[in-house]
Every structure is written in C-alpha cells, then in structure tokens.
C-alpha cells in the first residue's frame, strides 16, 4: 500500500480520452487549444466593438461559426471551472481567500494584456506560432499573481521565503567561561569554618588548625569539595563510572589557592594502598615548586603520602633514587605525589624508567597561564603519553584500565576507565577558548571570582575587548609621576624616609636590577639584596628566607620574584619601572595585600607612560589607581650624596665588566 498518493492534474477531461496518449502532450495539446480558442474570442469580441463585424462575416465566414461554437464551449467550461474552484475555496484558509474570483482576474489580465498589444500597433489576426507562444507566456504572467492565492489551486502556500537582513555572527563564549561557579571575592566576610566542609578528614582538620587555619577561603571552600566529589567512589573510577569534570580555577592573587588543591588531593590519596605516582603538580619556577612542596609535604606528614620534590637542586640520579626502587625484578615507587617544573619533568619522562605515570589520577598546573604560554614546551603532550603509554587492548582482562580519551560508550566504559583529572589554577587565567583548548580540557567547570562582563555575559553576548581580573580587596594602588634620574632617589625616600618597608621592588631587567641594588649599596643606611637570575638557585633561595625573616629591607627582584611567591608581611611593591603587561602588573602587584590583609602597589611612571599605563590598568578591571606626588624638596636632601654615588657606581659597574 502506498502512503502517499500523488494526483496530477489532467485537464478538465478525466473521461479516459487521452488515457492512451502521455499526459503531457496532452496536456500540451489542451493549452495550445485553449490559447487559439481566447485568441479568437477576444478578436471577436474586438471586432463587435469596432463595427467591424459585418466585413470580418464575409472574410472568415467558417471560422467566425467556430468561434462562436468555440465561445460557447469555452463559457461553459469556465462555468464548470468556477464551480469547482468555489467549492475548493470552501475548503480554504481565510488567509488564502481572495477578495476577487481568481478567474475573473485570469480574464482582466488577458484583456489588458490584449489592449496593450493592440495599442502597440501589433496585428492579431494571422498570429505566428511563435507569437502564439509568446501570447501564451505572457498570459501565463498575468496569471502569475493568481497562482500565489492558494484559492486558486487548491494547495496551501507555505511561508518563510521573504528575504531578511543578514546579520553579523556575533562572538560568543562557551557556556563554562562565560557562566563560571562564582568565588567570592571578599575573604574575609566569607570564611567557612574548616569543620564545615565534608570530605575531610579528622586528621587534616587537626592539622589544619595546628597551622592557624580555623577557617577556609572562599576559594578553598567552593574547590576542595569539587575536586573530593569527583573522587568520592575512590581514585580508581569515576562518579558513575565516568570520568570527572576538569577544574579551572581564577582567583585572586593570595587567595589560597594552594590548599585548595592540596587538601583534597592528599584526602583522597590518604585511601591508596599501593605507592604509585598518582599525583603530579607542575609549576614554572623552581621557587614556587619549592613553596608548593613545602605545603604538600607539611599536610602530607603523617600520612601514608609520599611527596618528592623534583626542581634539579639535586643530581638527576639522587632524584630518580627518590622516586622509585627496584626489589627484585619488581619497581616499587616511592613517591605517590610529585612536584615538578617543566623541564626537569620532560627529562624525567624521557630518561629515568623508574619514572612511571601510568597511575597518575591528578594533573595539577598551577600558574596555567603563564603554562599555556610555556606550551611550546611540549611537556603537556610528553605526560599525556606517558600516562596512557600501555593503553590496554580489548584482551586486557584488569578490572581497571587505561585508554586514551575518546567517545563515551557502554563498551568503553567496561570495564572501569581510570580517570586523569586536569586541575587548573592561577589568578589571572586566560578565558581565551582558543588556548585553553592546548589543554585538551574533558568537561571543564571554571570557578572565578571575576565578575566581569566577559564571564557574567551571557552565552549569546560579544566577548570584552579587554581581559579582565580580580585585585586583591586589601589592596590600594598608587602611581608616582616621575622623571628617570629621580628613579633611584624615590625608592631611597620610600625606605627612609616614608619607612614603607618591608619593599619588593621591581625592575624589567636584571641589569637594572642589579645597578640599583649598588647604587642603594653604595648610598648606604639601607638593608637591600637582588633577586635576579645573577644569582645562583642556592643564593635565591637563602635571599628569599632572609627576606621573609624580616633581615632584608629593600629587595630589589625581576620578574623572577613577580608569580606565585609567598612572601608573608611585605608591606609594599614598588614597581620601579612600569610592567609591560597587565598580567605581569597583577603578578607583581599580588606580592602584598595576601590572605585579606592590607598592602600598597606603587608604580613609578615616566610622563609618556602615564596615559597609557593607567589605560591598561583600568581596562583590566582595577578598583581605582590613585596620583602620588613625592615633591621635589622631598628629595633635595639626598641629591648631593646621590651625585657622588652615581660617580662610584660608574667605576663599581666598570670594574664588574672588565672581571667577566
Ligand atoms: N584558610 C586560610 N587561612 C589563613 N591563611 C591562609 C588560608 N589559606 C591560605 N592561607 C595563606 O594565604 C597565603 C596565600 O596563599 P596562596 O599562596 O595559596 O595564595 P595563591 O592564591 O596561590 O596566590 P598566588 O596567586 O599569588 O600564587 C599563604 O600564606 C597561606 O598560608
């Protein structure tokens, strides 16, 4: 049986007829009959009008009785036609209704179109086969406008043709970014008690709170249960057998970021029973992989958890020694969580085969933007092998397994996946899809504390022209307008006499870094020290501490200093020479003001970097930057003395060059 049944229309004849013949031709035939029989009544009916009538009878006396017979045919035809039309129009949409019988249009329009011909000069009489065809398709025309009133066919017109102005595709954000999990930004009206949080062990909580930590940050307290939720059936599969959302988390500068990774992570692993490395956190520098190892390895004590910190302070041999044994023809790891900067873990991956990832359940990168930028690197796509470089084939019979990312479906889920979880972190991460995409991230969820119109849009709203970040709230920032040689004076002043100190300066190289560290040597009354890569990591490391002992006060650092350093109670950050980035700004900016205590930025700006600096510092979302004008009799007391220093460091600087 067929389902749809298709009528054609076959002329007003359904009697068999032209059964025999194809139904186009006849088809064919009819109109070209139809078009002579209107041709003939129309002529005739001119010739009634012009008196013309008599003559015509004597010229074509046989074909006048045609058209007459032919006439009456065709009147009772349309009569016919009329009626059936009628009754179709019953059937119609009022919509579709027209106001004027669709026939008596067809007639209306042939006429004029007859009247025009005629006007033009045209002869009608003797009409060629081509002219006829022409006839026709002009009628065919006029009918044109007949065929849009469904009235006249019977069918219903659909709609949705109308052109309409083409709009520009606008740029939207993935519903993650620009939809994030909010972080409140003020710490201190929203601490959580430590007890408060589920998920966290009696014997962390203890620890906690013998480190002065009665209460978590907002950003710890929206984090460590994300990250326990994902872990809650164990390290080994996922919640329902999936794998867990990727975290990325932007947060303030001194928000607490650390521990809202560390926590969670040592609880889980607190449950392992085999030692495997199951943790693995990847940081920029060897000073903040320092700092973070110091925090896992602090949380960690007492615990089944083994922390290895690998930054090349040691030999590479010491370091794989710390890393795994071999018992027998068994390895045996020896570490379950590893601390690591980029280059010395692609070494690891690449030469030590102790050094196994197979297991690795957390990839933390902290400081993600600065490691996307570091991308070219490669180290992402060198661990990404190495943790599924023994991907089980179907023969593998383990009750866990690991296979590389792909489509979920009910074969690939069994059995169990072990699941790798990307956790991001940094306090001025990208919300640029296209580099967050390096990361392969798996369902990612973003808390942010930025409330931006770049993360508060909606999905269908254009992305800001600018980035935007969070400031500290305890901050409060100040620009000096400054020339270049009152540089080196300001500083002194700020330390001498303003007694702003501790102060982490900042400067763009270490050339000039090092040059203000023997000017302020040379100009004396001032305890001050470099941090730059002049200095061995032995020497940075013993700089830092003397530092944060409160026996340093003037550090004058690069960028070295500028990410992630905790240093506790630095008072106030100069930037001595005005950061290129925004990025870099917040960074160093991030030094003070930590853990919602207050602090002071200054920025010292040469006239032509004024408009420009404050552009870019306000376009990033900043509170309010305010005017500090250090007045020049404020300075004139150390002018003399500086003169004589400015001679000395010449010689002093001259002297270094001709020993290297
Ligand atoms: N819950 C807490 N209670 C009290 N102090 C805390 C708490 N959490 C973290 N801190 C302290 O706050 C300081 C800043 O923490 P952390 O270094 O983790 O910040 P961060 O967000 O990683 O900053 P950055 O982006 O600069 O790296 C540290 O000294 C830390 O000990």
Not at 22 to 44: D, E, I, P, Y
Not at 368 to 384: G, K
Not at 485 to 512: A, D, G, M, Q, W
């Amino acid at each position: 049986m067929s389902l749809f049944l298709v009528n054609r229309y076959l002329g007003d004849d359904e009697d068999g007829v032209i059964s025999k013949v194809s139904h186009s031709q006849a088809l064919l035939t009819k109109l070209q009959q139809k078009v002579k029989q209107k041709q003939r009544q129309s002529l005739a009916k001119q010739r009634e009008r012009t008196g013309e009538e008599e003559t015509e009878q004597q010229e074509v006396p046989s074909e006048t009785k045609d058209e007459k017979r032919s006439s009456e045919k065709h009147q009772q035809q349309k009569k016919k036609k009329k009626k059936r039309k009628s009754t179709a129009g019953v059937l119609l949409d009022a919509d579709s209704n027209s106001s004027e019988p669709a026939g008596k249009k067809k007639r209306k329009g042939a006429e004029d179109k007859k009247q025009t011909s005629q006007e033009s000069g045209q002869s009608v009489v003797g009409v060629s086969p081509e002219s006829c065809r022409c006839e026709t398709e002009r009628e065919q025309e006029v009918e044109e406008p007949n065929k849009d009133s469904s009235a006249a066919t019977g069918f219903r017109v659909l709609g949705g043709f109308e052109s309409r102005p083409v709009h520009k595709a606008k740029r939207v954000l993935p519903q993650w970014l620009a939809e994030p999990d909010v972080i409140h930004r003020d710490i201190k009206c929203n601490l959580v008690p430590v007890s408060s949080v589920s998920g966290v062990s009696a014997q962390l909580l203890r620890k906690l709170e013998a480190n002065g930590i009665q209460h978590f940050f907002p950003v710890q307290a929206e984090v460590i249960p994300a990250i326990l939720e994902g872990a809650q059936h164990g390290f080994l599969i996922g919640r329902g057998g999936y794998r867990p959302r990727d975290l990325c988390v932007s947060a303030p500068t001194g928000s607490g970021k650390t521990l809202a990774f560390v926590i969670p992570v040592i609880q889980v692993l607190m449950e392992r029973t085999v030692c495997e490395i199951r943790a693995l956190a990847v940081l920029p520098t060897k000073e903040l992989a320092q700092q973070v190892y110091k925090v896992f390895a602090s949380y960690a004590e007492g615990t089944p958890v083994k922390v290895v910190m690998l930054g090349g302070q040691r030999s590479f041999a010491a370091e794989c020694a710390s890393l795994s044994e071999q018992r027998g023809s068994v390895r045996c790891s020896r570490a379950d969580i590893v601390v690591v900067t980029p280059g010395r873990l692609v070494d690891h991956i690449s030469k030590n085969p102790g050094f196994c990832l197979e297991h690795l359940r957390f990839l933390i990168i902290d400081e993600a933007d600065r490691m996307i930028d570091s991308m070219n690197q490669l180290w992402l796509s060198q661990v990404l092998k190495a943790v599924y470089c023994s991907a089980a084939g179907p023969e593998d019979r383990t009750l866990f397994r690991r296979t590389k990312p792909a489509c979920i479906t009910a074969a690939s889920l069994s059995p169990g996946q072990m699941p790798l979880q990307k956790l991001l972190f940094s306090a001025t991460l990208t919300q640029n899809p296209e580099k967050l995409q390096q990361l392969g991230l798996h369902q990612p969820q973003l808390f942010s504390s930025v409330h931006s119109p770049s993360s508060s849009m909606t999905p269908a709203e254009p992305t800001h022209k600018h980035e935007r970040f969070d400031f500290p709230q305890g901050l409060t920032e100040f620009y000096v307008p400054c020339t270049m040689n009152k540089k080196p004076l300001l500083i002194l002043h700020f330390v001498l006499y303003l007694k702003l100190r501790p102060i982490l300066c900042f400067t763009n190289s270490r050339e000039t870094a090092h040059r203000l560290y023997c000017l302020v040597k040379l100009f004396g009354g001032v305890q001050a020290a470099e941090f730059s890569s002049r200095l061995s990591p032995g020497e940075r490391k013993k700089t830092l501490k003397d530092f944060e002992k409160g026996k340093i006060q003037l550090l004058i650092s690069t960028d070295a200093a500028a990410r992630g350093i905790d240093i506790k109670d630095v008072k106030c950050v100069v930037n001595y020479d005005a950061p290129q980035f925004i990025r870099t700004y917040i960074h160093r900016i991030g030094r003070t003001a930590r853990a919602g205590k207050p602090g002071l930025a200054f920025t010292f700006l040469l006239r032509i970097q004024e408009n420009n600096f404050l552009r870019m510092v306000m376009d990033a979302g900043s509170p309010g930057i305010q005017r500090q004008l250090v007045k020049p009799e404020c300075l004139k007391g150390m002018e003399k003395q500086y003169e004589v220093v400015l001679q000395e460091l010449a010689d002093v600087i001259k002297d270094e060059k001709s020993r290297h």
